[in-house]
């Protein structure tokens, strides 16, 4: 029995990122001090955007798990919905029989990695059953038990930029709002139905 997740997520800097995050310097060419300040002021607010995504500078401040029938799992900080997914896993294995999850979202693999961190800065991590098993060096029967999947990188066949999604909205539905972190897992799982990306196909 195959089962299909969908998930979403939205993601936060730290008010510390900066610790965690090496401080931003100009090219040792500049000598002007306003283009030192300035290109110092530009590399960091850069920084501070893409610091949300970088585990321990940022958090996952909420994500969503969905039902293929697009049903609301459950929702909650990352860690908390981690932890979550590891015991619904061992659940439906061992009294539902489900002997495959795929599991689809954007950056699904960087996602989950940081829900790993949140989940274990917050002392309820559970690694033991592999949520990196395609990934790492877990045993066979987990490679093929647990899929991460993203249904971008399936489209386009590779890594991609943000603004790739973005390009496939007209190809499905333009009319709906996918904001959010709700709304992300609700374009994840159109676009794996409009594509076919799932197996056995839904």
Not at 23 to 30: G, I, T, V
Request: proline content about 5%; aromatic content about 12%; charged content about 25%.
């Amino acid at each position: 029995m195959v089962e299909v997740l969908y998930a979403g997520f939205e993601c936060a800097a730290k008010s510390d990122w900066k610790a965690y995050t090496p401080a931003p310097k100009a090219p040792s060419n500049y000598k002007d001090p306003d283009k030192i300040s300035r290109y110092v002021a530009e590399a960091t607010a850069k920084a501070e955007t893409e610091a949300k995504f970088k585990p321990l500078a940022g958090y996952v401040e909420k994500a969503v798990m969905l039902l293929a029938s697009g049903e609301k799992l459950q929702g909650g900080s990352g860690a908390e919905v981690y932890s979550w997914l590891s015991q619904y896993i061992k659940d439906r294995r061992d009294n539902y029989g489900v002997t495959t999850f795929q599991i689809f979202g954007i950056h699904l693999r960087s996602r989950f990695h940081h829900c790993a961190v949140d989940a274990a800065v917050a002392g309820t991590f559970e690694g033991s059953w592999g949520f990196f098993a395609k990934e790492f060096n877990s045993p066979l029967a987990l490679r093929e038990t647990i899929q991460l999947l993203d249904p971008v990188r399936m489209i386009f066949g590779g890594e991609y930029e943000d603004s790739a999604v973005f390009s496939l909205l007209p190809l499905i539905d333009d009319k709906t709002d996918y904001r959010g972190v709700d709304g992300e897992a609700v374009l994840v799982r159109t676009l794996v139905e409009r594509f076919g990306l799932a197996d056995p196909p839904l």
